[in-house]
């Protein structure tokens, strides 16, 4: 099956622990996408990458870290930095920028 | 001002009504435009994308309007299975989603 997975899909960490989401897409698209959604609230977007090796910052990227060395993963860490990290994160692709992403599942992170 | 802006709602209809919801967008260079369903506790997915002749998809009907910058999403004869947000989603550096209208379809 072609898709974008996320995982776990509940999380939870203490405060002043850092946490790493996964996502991973076998669907061949160049473009991922991080996306922060709070209760109630629209998507924000943390950080994106249009390519291999290379990502940007999106409207709320403090507190926050990502990866891309692989096409098919773009895994991203709350680290102990992020005020509010409790909320539902959500991960999508694209095959390029302006195109219609897709989204996984998601992983509701709960830091108590 | 916001990049994408959507009346919250909620819109309540009954079963079978007609609802149209509107979506303004700020950056006239905008160049492709979607509408995604979300349903509550559950990421978002694509209903349909907009184009400039407008579009049709069974009981959805999606226009542009590029003069006043907006796109609208029809639903005609609405099934309680309608009901959800609905996400307007404008191009940019990424997508920029709007916050969503929600729709709730009572029997």
């Known amino acids: 099956d072609g898709g974008i997975t996320q995982s776990p899909k509940y999380l939870f960490r203490k405060e002043g622990q850092n946490v790493t989401l996964s996502c991973e897409q076998n669907?061949?698209?160049?473009?991922m996408y991080w996306y922060r959604q709070d209760p109630g609230q629209g998507l924000r977007l943390i950080y994106y990458?249009?390519?291999?090796?290379?990502?940007q910052k999106g409207d709320i990227a403090e507190g926050y870290s990502v990866s891309r060395e692989k096409k098919e993963s773009f895994p991203l860490t709350v680290t102990s930095a992020q005020k509010n990290p409790t909320a539902f994160y959500l991960c999508?692709?694209?095959?390029?920028?302006?195109?219609?992403?897709?989204f996984g599942p998601g992983t509701r992170l709960t830091v108590l | 001002r916001k990049e994408v802006e959507q009346d919250p709602g909620p819109f309540n209809v009954p079963e079978g009504a007609t609802v149209a919801f509107n979506c303004t967008y700020s950056?006239?260079?905008?160049?492709?435009f979607f509408w995604y369903r979300q349903d509550c506790r559950k990421e978002p997915k694509l209903l349909m994308s907009v184009y400039s002749s407008g579009n049709e998809d069974g009981r959805f009907t999606a226009q542009l309007n590029r003069a006043s910058q907006y796109i609208s999403l029809l639903i005609r004869d609405s099934k309680l299975s309608d009901s959800a947000t609905y996400l307007c989603v404008v191009n940019g550096y990424a997508l920029n989603f709007g916050k969503g209208t929600s729709l709730l379809v009572t029997p």
């Open positions: 990458s249009q390519i291999v090796n290379d990502f």
């Open positions: 950056n006239s260079a905008s160049q492709s």
């Open positions: 669907l061949n698209h160049d473009a």
């Open positions: 999508a692709s694209s095959i390029r920028g302006e195109s219609e992403q897709f």
